[in-house]
């Protein structure tokens, strides 16, 4: 029996005699993947940018979207045609020491990862019920590890019960954004590149830099590695063009949320004098003085299902990169504690939640090109890719956005470290 009626009951040549339904069955990752995009981090950056400088950099998030795209589709590309994740592919490609570096570094960045989504969920609990940061923290962990015990039954419970919280995310944002005043001359000004001052493109910078999550770069491809298996040159341009829809829908649901964000900030909080609009506390009390309750609600239970679901999709991608880098896999429960421990350290502290939140954004940038500039190799040579390498205009275009990303990403690390307080 081939991997694909594993999975599906049917072959990716039935799937692909279907039609759209056939199409259907084979979405999933890239919105598994589009989580990390709406995660509580974006939601304190594009708030804060669209309450400083209203619409005008919403060109930014809709580029940073675009580089969401190329980069996961060159990362599901990956899955689809070795049938080895991107840490795998980097043990079997690189020395055994530098392996282990890579590994060690990837943790980290799961770590800091789960740190901001820990974080965000404890945030939201104790705006929605008053309860304490801590324990908060963990109830986030038990979510994410319920979560994460769905995948026991295969692929599907998983992806749909993310697909339900992505949805909650989306309802909760674009629900309030149809109940502001939005000024169509001012939004579509805002999707010409431009800047108002040496803060503004600080922010932009933020926003760009921090799109790119390393996490997610290896998990995407794990998600597609063993999902379907093509036995013809038709499957395989099939699972291609359906790959593609998947990103371009996925990611376009999370381009959709950050541009919610955004605008609602910008009609609610620019020119005026709503304080601390930077952080996420701030921005709840705002809702609630400048439109009503309901909002700021609807904006908590967004946030408490983005720490949910990217907690759990984190936890996710530390699994895959110890299993990929060093072929030792350790029981669920343990992986959920090594990554949760931290955060909840850092709650314990009393450590200000938005500063810890600052912090995890720095970590990740270290993890960037550890992920990017392998990615955009591998999918470049064909004696791994096989008649799925990468176009030369693609390689170039990926190595353009790498480079940019690194730059940007060193920018906010160096940025941090030079702030006063």
């Not at 039954?153 to 674009?174: K, N, W, Y």
């Not at 590149?193 to 794990?222: C, K, N, Q, R, W």
């Given at each position: 029996?081939?991997?694909?009626?594993?999975?599906?009951?049917?072959?990716?040549?039935?799937?692909?005699?279907?039609?759209?339904?056939?199409?259907?069955?084979?979405?999933?990752?890239?919105?598994?993947?589009?989580?990390?995009?709406?995660?509580?981090?974006?939601?304190?950056?594009?708030?804060?940018?669209?309450?400083?400088?209203?619409?005008?950099?919403?060109?930014?998030?809709?580029?940073?979207?675009?580089?969401?795209?190329?980069?996961?589709?060159?990362?599901?590309?990956?899955?689809?045609?070795?049938?080895?994740?991107?840490?795998?592919?980097?043990?079997?490609?690189?020395?055994?020491?530098?392996?282990?570096?890579?590994?060690?570094?990837?943790?980290?960045?799961?770590?800091?990862?789960?740190?901001?989504?820990?974080?965000?969920?404890?945030?939201?609990?104790?705006?929605?019920?008053?309860?304490?940061?801590?324990?908060?923290?963990?109830?986030?962990?038990?979510?994410?590890?319920?979560?994460?015990?769905?995948?026991?039954?295969?692929?599907r419970p998983f992806e749909r019960a993310i697909v339900a919280l992505l949805a909650v995310i989306l309802v909760g944002l674009v629900s309030t954004l149809f109940r502001v005043d939005v000024d169509p001359a001012a939004a579509l000004a805002g999707l010409v590149p431009g800047f108002e001052g040496t803060d503004s493109l600080l922010l932009a910078t933020g926003i760009l830099g921090a799109t790119v999550m390393p996490h997610v770069i290896y998990l995407?491809?794990?998600?597609?590695?063993?999902?379907?298996?093509?036995?013809?040159?038709?499957?395989?341009?099939?699972?291609?063009?359906?790959?593609?829809?998947?990103?371009?829908?996925?990611?376009?649901?999370?381009?959709?949320?950050?541009?919610?964000?955004?605008?609602?900030?910008?009609?609610?909080?620019?020119?005026?004098?709503?304080?601390?609009?930077?952080?996420?506390?701030?921005?709840?009390?705002?809702?609630?003085?400048?439109?009503?309750?309901?909002?700021?609600?609807?904006?908590?239970?967004?946030?408490?299902?983005?720490?949910?679901?990217?907690?759990?999709?984190?936890?996710?991608?530390?699994?895959?990169?110890?299993?990929?880098?060093?072929?030792?896999?350790?029981?669920?429960?343990?992986?959920?504690?090594?990554?949760?421990?931290?955060?909840?350290?850092?709650?314990?502290?009393?450590?200000?939640?938005?500063?810890?939140?600052?912090?995890?954004?720095?970590?990740?940038?270290?993890?960037?090109?550890?992920?990017?500039?392998?990615?955009?190799?591998?999918?470049?040579?064909?004696?791994?890719?096989?008649?799925?390498?990468?176009?030369?205009?693609?390689?170039?275009?990926?190595?353009?956005?790498?480079?940019?990303?690194?730059?940007?990403?060193?920018?906010?690390?160096?940025?941090?470290?030079?702030?006063?307080?």
């Amino acid at each position: 029996m081939t991997t694909a009626r594993k999975r599906t009951g049917r072959s990716v040549e039935e799937l692909r005699r279907s039609g759209w339904r056939g199409r259907l069955v084979v979405l999933g990752p890239a919105f598994v993947a589009a989580v990390a995009y709406v995660d509580p981090g974006n939601f304190a950056t594009n708030f804060a940018a669209g309450a400083q400088y209203g619409y005008l950099l919403l060109w930014v998030i809709i580029v940073a979207n675009l580089m969401a795209m190329l980069i996961q589709s060159l990362s599901a590309k990956l899955g689809l045609a070795t049938g080895k994740n991107l840490p795998e592919t980097c043990r079997e490609r690189m020395p055994r020491t530098g392996t282990f570096l890579m590994w060690a570094q990837a943790e980290l960045v799961a770590i800091a990862t789960d740190l901001a989504e820990v974080v965000g969920g404890a945030i939201a609990l104790n705006l929605l019920f008053g309860i304490p940061l801590f324990t908060g923290g963990l109830i986030t962990g038990v979510i994410a590890f319920a979560l994460l015990a769905l995948q026991g039954r295969g692929h599907r419970p998983f992806e749909r019960a993310i697909v339900a919280l992505l949805a909650v995310i989306l309802v909760g944002l674009v629900s309030t954004l149809f109940r502001v005043d939005v000024d169509p001359a001012a939004a579509l000004a805002g999707l010409v590149p431009g800047f108002e001052g040496t803060d503004s493109l600080l922010l932009a910078t933020g926003i760009l830099g921090a799109t790119v999550m390393p996490h997610v770069i290896y998990l995407h491809s794990a998600l597609t590695q063993h999902r379907m298996t093509a036995q013809s040159p038709a499957d395989r341009r099939f699972l291609l063009r359906t790959g593609r829809l998947d990103i371009v829908l996925g990611m376009g649901v999370a381009g959709l949320v950050n541009l919610s964000m955004l605008v609602i900030a910008a009609a609610l909080f620019a020119g005026t004098s709503v304080p601390d609009t930077d952080t996420l506390s701030g921005i709840y009390a705002g809702l609630t003085v400048q439109l009503d309750q309901v909002a700021a609600v609807a904006f908590a239970v967004a946030l408490l299902a983005s720490g949910f679901a990217s907690s759990g999709v984190g936890t996710y991608a530390g699994q895959v990169i110890m299993a990929g880098f060093l072929r030792r896999r350790i029981p669920l429960l343990a992986r959920r504690l090594l990554t949760l421990i931290p955060a909840l350290v850092v709650l314990g502290l009393g450590v200000d939640p938005t500063q810890a939140l600052v912090l995890s954004q720095v970590v990740l940038s270290f993890g960037i090109p550890f992920a990017l500039a392998p990615l955009v190799w591998f999918t470049a040579q064909r004696t791994i890719m096989g008649t799925l390498v990468n176009h030369r205009a693609t390689t170039v275009v990926a190595a353009v956005v790498t480079a940019l990303v690194v730059v940007l990403n060193g920018v906010l690390i160096w940025q941090t470290i030079h702030t006063p307080g």
